[in-house]
């Protein structure tokens, strides 16, 4: 079993008056269980985008 929260925070800049730029990056993260019993669940960060 694999579980993926992603996490995706709109942050605004504003360049000028006129002008605003607005990222939304995107951070999985993973909680993935051991495939074989009694085996390490793992957990963590997955590619940031």
Do not use: C, H
Request: charged share 15%.
């Amino acid at each position: 079993m694999r579980y993926t929260a992603n996490i995706q925070p709109v942050i605004p800049f504003k360049l000028n008056e006129d002008l605003n730029l607005i990222t939304r990056t995107i951070v999985p993260i993973i909680y993935a269980e051991s495939p074989v019993a009694g085996g390490d669940n793992i957990s963590g960060m997955g590619d940031i985008v």
